[in-house]
Nanobody, 114 residues
Framework: VQLVESGGGLVQSGGSLRLSCEAS????????MAWYRQAPGKQREWVAG???????TYADSVKGRFTISRDYAKNSVYLQMNSLKPEDTAVYYC?????????WGKGTLVTVSS
């Protein structure tokens, strides 16, 4: 199983970025995938994920600003991030839970300048 994130970068406060996570080596199961982030000096935290059916769920800190989505044809999940704030600065990871095992990508760095 391989997860590859992309799309990070430097953006000004109030700007937008779209992160991508492409999965390979496994059957694409977006409902078992989620986005996490880890800010400097802090623990990794959950950001967004999928629930049953087509519903999505978000951490309170990003609700209304971030949107998680998926593309079955591209084996990918995305995180659209709008109205970015300096406190959103972190390395963003996607995670796949499969058969009780967590698989992580290497992450993509998002830096939001004030």
């Amino acid at each position: 199983v391989q997860l590859v994130e992309s799309g990070g970068g430097l953006v000004q406060s109030g700007g937008s970025l779209r992160l991508s996570c492409e999965a390979s080596g496994t059957t694409f199961s977006p409902n078992n995938m989620a986005w996490y982030r880890q800010a400097p000096g802090k623990q990794r935290e959950w950001v967004a994920g999928f629930k049953w059916a087509d519903s999505t769920t978000y951490a309170d800190s990003v609700k209304g600003r971030f949107t998680i989505s998926r593309d079955y044809a591209k084996n990918s999940v995305y995180l659209q991030m709008n109205s970015l704030k300096p406190e959103d600065t972190a390395v963003y990871y996607c995670k796949l839970l499969q058969y009780g095992v967590d698989y992580w990508g290497k992450g993509t760095l998002v830096t939001v300048s004030s």
